[in-house]
Structures are given as C-alpha cells and as structure tokens.
C-alpha cells in the first residue's frame, strides 16, 4: 500500500480481555517495528521484525505481550489480559533494510 | 545499553532559529533519525546523519558528531506550525538494527 495502516484506529476493551492490533506495512519493506506511547511519553520501543530473522523482542513488557508478522508483511501485536497500564497508542513503523522508517497512524487502545 | 537524551521542553519566538540538543550512548551506531510528531499524530520523518556533518533540507538542519555521540536539530524562520514535539532515534546497530527513540522535546513557537 501507500503507506502503513494500522487497525483498528481505536479500540476500547475491558480489563481482562485480549486484544489484537494489526499492521500493514508498506509493500516491499522488511523491517517491521511496534512502538507505545503513553500520553505525553516518548516511543517506548516493543519489537523488531526484519526480513526472516528471529524478532528482536527485547522491548516487550511482559509476557502478556506477543507479536507475530506473517508472511514477511502483516503484523499483529497481541496483548493479553489487559490492564489498565496498558493503555497507549501503540504505533507501528516499517522500512526497507536500515532505511528510513514511516509510521502508521497507530490505534488507541483504553483499557477499561 | 542505549540512553539517548534531549531537553523536554523548548521555548522559541516567530521567525526565531532553535536549535534542539542530542546525545546519545549505544552499543553500536547505523544511522541518527530526526523525527517530528504533532500532537494526537504519527510521527514523520526529518532527517537522517549516518557521517559526522551538517545536513541541510530547507529550514531544517541536522548535524552529527559520532565521537562526542551528539546531534543537534537546527529549525531556522521558525513558524506556528513547528510548535511539536521533535524526536531523536538512533538506529543501533548492536542491537539488531532496531530504531530507538528518546523521550522527544515539545517546541512551543509563540508570536
């Protein structure tokens, strides 16, 4: 596509369910990355896709939190048993190999 | 690890020039980022200084010393519409050529 898309735009769950976040990435890039940002905060850094290599998952905040990118293109961030922490929006990025990163338009996720 | 830090917040007049302060400590270095996030927005990409020197794309400079692990954002004839938040990254390239982020400094431009 033209440019990352991320859906859904806004989601507002309750505490203890699940949710999943998605990514589309732009066609033909092979780095992936997830972000949070809380109100007012910096881009808390999540994970990191690249080409076939294993994820760098090292910014996941705990176990709760899993990604996965199928196909070297789709993306989705899944957070389970959420709590009131998690409330963020949550950007997703993609570049081609050390290029420069476009972000999607993130999804706001309240936790309830 | 990685620290990578900027002032908070920065004050500036119409048609001002500002200049926003960088310093980073990673394991590695591929590349600095200048990004720039308006409010309830994604961020949008600035500038990118991989070799030491000064960048120019219009108003915008950026200028990278890799030995003093510094950077600095230059925003010249400033306007209203600067007033964001400008976020420094650092593309490590010890840590799997992941993009990190500090926490971004908010520009106010008053008239």
């Known amino acids: 596509g033209a440019g990352v898309s991320q859906s859904p735009s806004n989601k507002v769950t309750e505490k203890g369910k699940d949710v999943e976040l998605r990514c589309d990435p732009i066609?033909?890039?092979?780095?992936l990355y997830w972000y949070r940002q809380s109100l007012g905060q910096g881009l808390e850094f999540l994970i990191y896709?690249?080409?076939?290599?294993?994820?760098?998952k090292s910014g996941l905040p705990s176990d709760r939190f899993s990604a996965e990118r199928t196909g070297g293109s789709v993306s989705t961030l899944t957070i389970q048993r959420t709590q009131q922490e998690d409330s963020a929006v949550y950007l997703c990025?993609?570049?081609?190999?050390?290029?420069?990163?476009?972000f999607g338009q993130g999804t706001r996720l309240t936790v309830v | 690890g990685q620290n990578i830090d900027q002032p908070t917040e920065m004050t500036a007049t119409e048609g001002a020039i500002v200049q926003i302060n960088c310093t980073y400590q990673t394991s590695g270095f591929n590349g600095l980022f200048w990004y720039q996030q308006h409010a309830g927005e994604a961020p949008t990409f600035l500038s990118y200084n991989v070799l030491d020197g000064l960048e120019e794309k219009g108003r915008f400079s950026s200028f990278l010393s890799r030995s003093k692990g510094y950077s600095y954002l230059l925003l010249k004839e400033l306007q209203m519409k600067d007033s964001a938040s400008y976020l420094c990254a650092v593309r490590d390239s010890q840590a799997g050529t992941a993009l990190i982020f500090g926490k971004g400094t908010t520009l106010s431009v008053s008239s």
């Open positions: 066609s033909g890039h092979t780095a």
């Open positions: 990025a993609s570049s081609a190999t050390q290029g420069v990163a476009f």
């Open positions: 896709f690249q080409g076939n290599s294993a994820p760098d």
